[in-house]
């Protein structure tokens, strides 16, 4: 018994080597592993049967007491080699994992999607950038998707060729639009000028608000609300150019248009999405140059089936304060099923000539190919009517397909067909135009 406990150092590290080995005899039959470590630990158990150890657990008596390295060494080895002790009722939080090295870096949480990521937009979607281009384009957009400052601008590159010309080739630049604006809780200013137009000057006005958005006042140079086709966006027009009626009302007899004025609105969504807008607008200038008295001008219009339908009536009185021999009186429908755009619009007065009528119809469809890309095609008529002392008619068909990327690119090929007032024959005009904005 004496020799046992004079060699109770090397007893434990054979234990210790019994235990280290044990991956090397993990292919061994459990059944056999089991009987060797028991028949194994018996004797050198010291003193546990069964696995219930002795009272004296301390170490047996005149052996010699062990070095505190060659203690601390034995149980470190312990430690690694046996795993640790889960207790009944402890949970496998109560392991603690094994700290990283640095040839295992601690890995890093996977990052979250911005859930803001800007949407693409759509092929078709063909909503102005600029107020003075379409005054309702911000109306329903959410206040927080709304710049503060907004920079824009559109290019547009047309090249035609006239029957009435002899199909001679001619390239244009109807178009080089700049212009920034900016929004804020209750103003809204903006100012764009054209560098294709002899005019440059185009937009420049300050638009005041409540908070609600009921009732705006306008002052400064911007258009007239007067005839549909005149206050629709350029870029939102699936045509090239405005048409027959509006070159010659707003052009020649100078009826609407861009005007320095001053103009009230009041817009009410739960009745219909009422909107009523009416100013007053500086005249324009005599065959001797002289700058007439002002003109008035105003416009109703309801939203009866919210987006898809809207009504409207629209006016104009040059020298309403003077001899008013230039007036007219409008009304405009527009129809939109889903990709269906279906806009009409009768129009009647009178011009220094004697009264007129005019009646305008556009159609276009808008047929997505894939995710960025569009095909839109396009038809449309118009007719202009003179009686009195100069009598005279008018007509236009027209029929194209425009290519749309997105909302920022658009190519279009046109074929019009028109008897303009002065010409002695109608005549075809083929025309192809790119156009861009950012």
Do not use: C
């Not at 018996?42 to 008596?61: Q, R, T």
Request: net charge negative.
């Amino acid at each position: 018994m004496g020799g046992w406990r004079l060699d109770d150092l090397g007893r434990r590290g054979l234990l210790v080597a019994v235990l280290l080995s044990g991956p090397a005899l993990a292919g061994a039959p459990a059944s056999a592993s089991n009987a060797g470590l028991e028949a194994a630990e018996d004797p050198l158990s010291g003193g546990v049967v069964d696995g219930v150890e002795a009272p004296e657990s301390g170490p047996p008596e005149g052996s010699e007491p062990l070095e505190p390295s060659q203690s601390s060494l034995t149980e470190g080895a312990l430690a690694q080699a046996l795993p640790p002790r889960i207790q009944p009722g402890d949970t496998g939080d109560a392991v603690s994992p094994v700290p990283p090295t640095s040839a295992q870096p601690t890995p890093e949480p996977a990052q979250q999607a911005d859930p803001k990521k800007k949407k693409k937009s759509k092929p078709g979607a063909q909503q102005e950038d600029s107020l003075g281009e379409d005054s309702t384009a911000l109306d329903d957009t959410p206040q927080e998707e709304v710049q503060t400052v907004r920079v824009f601008g559109r290019v547009y590159a047309r090249a035609s060729a006239d029957e009435r010309a002899k199909y001679q080739r001619a390239l244009s630049i109807p178009s080089a639009r700049v212009g920034v604006g900016t929004s804020l809780s209750n103003l809204e200013a903006e100012v764009s000028a054209d560098l294709a137009d002899s005019s440059i000057l185009k937009d420049a006005f300050v638009r005041l608000a409540d908070d609600s958005k009921r009732f705006r006042l306008y002052g400064g140079q911007f258009k007239a609300p007067f005839l549909q086709r005149r206050l629709e966006g350029s870029w939102s027009l699936p045509i090239q150019g405005r048409g027959l009626v509006e070159d010659y009302l707003g052009d020649v007899h100078e009826l609407g248009g861009r005007r320095m004025g001053l103009m009230g609105e009041v817009r009410l969504k739960s009745l219909w999405d009422v909107r009523v807008s009416a100013g007053v607008f500086q005249g324009s200038k005599d065959d001797l140059g002289v700058r007439t008295k002002e003109d008035l001008a105003g416009r109703v219009s309801v939203r009866p089936f919210k987006k898809m339908l809207t009504l409207g009536v629209s006016t104009y009185v040059a020298e309403a304060l003077d001899r008013a021999r230039r007036h007219a009186v409008a009304a405009d429908a527009e129809l939109k099923l889903g990709g269906l755009n279906v806009t009409g619009e009768v129009v009647t007065g009178r011009l220094p000539m004697g009264p007129f009528t005019a009646q305008l119809l556009l159609a276009s469809w808008t047929v997505p190919v894939t995710t960025e890309w569009a095909l839109q095609p396009v038809v449309g008529a118009e007719g202009l009517q003179l009686r009195g002392d100069v009598e005279g008619r008018g007509h236009s068909l027209v029929g194209g397909l425009n290519l749309l990327l997105g909302s920022r690119f658009r190519g279009q090929f046109q074929v019009e067909r028109a008897l303009r007032p002065g010409d002695e024959a109608p005549g075809l005009e083929y025309s192809l135009q790119l156009a861009t904005r950012f």
